[in-house]
């Protein structure tokens, strides 16, 4: 078969090849490649500068964003041949350490988780995959090619839960809440807060392209420019570029008590401000600053949910390109107004 591979931290090396066929070892389901969203994780995997290969492998099958048909369920699998299924992503660690002995993988400890197609298992970048039955998530058939955003949603279900967590060490009615970056974590951010009680307000640099229309459609407001210039104090924000400048505005604009969950995996930059006067401004207004990563299980089934009950058009208006797999290059790069982009293997 064929697949699209990498050599992780060689920059270069990713090659549209052909692949030996998945062993039963990967799981007892076989699937069909459908579609695999490209995200800016795969960007830096092949750049080179993140990945790991399976132990004792030099390459890996890129691709995490899945969506595929069932062709074989296998022997002990409530799974039935043609189901539209999404592969969770993370794996926990062999040890296991407490969280994930409890199933929360995505909150591991000692940092020998793996996932696939980015650390140590391979991905879903190849024409048939296999996966064992109970990290294979079904999704409605009715959402056909949108399935493949169901794990950017699994993201943001996990980050906003978090959120919500953290809201309840104290008296807590939160109405306004910022979004930065109007990518496909930001977009759907908005989504799920715009369903709550509050004003929502997306940060980005477009001006032009679909995403201000995306976020008006949700009776959010868009605004460009800058964190500082915005004329509210958010008492929630969700940071979804990693861009450090954008972080620390964030820490300084924040309502007291506010919160602020990055999910962005951003590097480098210049500090513009002191890091102690960051802190203190997080400091005297109580702020909580969250890292999120990942989603375990109870993550992927709310997520399914609410992928499910949203507005199926304004969903399609974020898949903004679909690729062959041969021209998997042209995907990797960034075109004006892209938003997600992804590699079509074969019909829904
Ligand atoms: C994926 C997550 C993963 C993270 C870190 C993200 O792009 O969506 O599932 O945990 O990268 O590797």
Not at 96 to 103: D, F, I, K, Q, Y
Not at 135 to 154: F, K, R
């Amino acid at each position: 078969m064929k697949a699209i591979t990498v050599e992780p931290r060689k920059p270069g090396t990713a090659r549209y090849e052909d692949f030996p066929e998945p062993g039963v070892h990967e799981g007892s389901v076989l699937v069909e490649a459908v579609a695999v969203g490209v995200c800016g994780t795969d960007v830096e995997i092949v750049e080179g500068k993140y990945g790991w290969p399976p132990a004792g492998k030099e390459r890996l099958v890129l691709g995490h964003e899945s969506l595929g048909r069932v062709i074989d369920p296998g022997p002990s699998s409530s799974l039935k041949k043609g189901d539209l299924v999404v592969g969770i992503v993370r794996r926990p660690d062999p040890v296991p350490c407490p969280n994930c002995a409890v199933g929360e993988w995505d909150m591991c400890r000692n940092g020998q988780y793996t996932e696939r197609g980015i650390k140590e298992i391979h991905g879903f970048m190849s024409e048939r995959w296999r996966i064992e039955p109970e990290y294979a998530i079904t999704v409605d058939p009715s959402l056909g090619i949108l399935g493949v955003l169901l794990e950017p949603m699994t993201v943001i279900t996990k980050a906003l839960e978090q959120v919500l967590l953290v809201g309840q060490r104290s008296f807590c009615e939160p109405k306004t809440a910022l979004v930065t970056g109007a990518g496909p974590i930001g977009l759907l951010a908005a989504l799920r807060l715009s369903s709550r009680e509050l004003q929502v307000h997306v940060l980005d640099r477009a001006e032009t392209g679909p995403k201000p229309e995306l976020v008006r459609a949700l009776g959010a407001t868009y605004h460009t420019g800058s964190v500082l210039g915005l004329g509210f104090d958010p008492d929630i924000v969700v940071e979804c570029t990693g861009v450090g400048s954008l972080i620390a505005d964030s820490i300084q604009k924040v309502g007291a008590g506010g919160i602020i969950c990055l999910t962005g995996v951003g590097a480098g930059g210049v500090a513009s401000r002191a890091v102690a006067d960051v802190a203190a401004a997080a400091v005297l207004k109580n702020n909580v600053l969250i890292g999120s990563v990942n989603a375990n299980k109870r993550h992927w089934y709310r997520a399914g949910e609410n992928l499910a009950r949203s507005d199926r058009e304004w969903l399609s208006r974020l898949i903004t390109r679909r690729e062959k797999p041969e021209n998997f290059k042209q995907a990797l790069t960034r075109q004006p107004g892209d938003i997600k982009v992804v590699i079509q293997f074969s019909e829904v």
